[in-house]
């Protein structure tokens, strides 16, 4: 259960840069987006270092949070700060 | 642990169909594709029948395997089909 020790897939660290630009844009602080999505007040802080291993559920919960599609938060970066990939 | 009782998300449903999609043009079969990638004989089939709550660090290993990026397996099924999207 050590989640430090775990591999970042590069899956991973696209998810967390992409959540973290997209809560931010959506305005919103880690906890907000963790409390209003369901979450521990902590989780989205976890996600965004990288430390949780995601599930395609709990992905698509915060997609929903944030008004975006799923599929964004697995986009390369650079894909997620251009509003016209939308 | 009932996994049948799992409510499915939009991305789980994507997830599986475009998982398929990908399988099938690699012309791997389900137990091949998933022994290859390390899961157990039965993991890839679960997967494509929406039973299974991927995490993304499995995502990126499915991916792999395919020859494919994470984020396809995310996108809208009919992007996953046209190959100049890649």
Known sequence: ???SAEKKSY?????AAN???ARL???LSQEDL???AGFHRTYVSQVERG????TIDNACRLAEFLGIDVAMLFSEPSATTDPSSR
């Open 25 to 27: 844009a959506a305005g």
């Open 34 to 36: 963790a409390v209003r």
């Open 1 to 3: 259960m050590s989640k």
């Open 11 to 15: 899956g991973r660290v696209r998810f």
């Open 19 to 21: 959540l973290r630009a």
């Open 51 to 54: 430390l949780t291993n995601v």
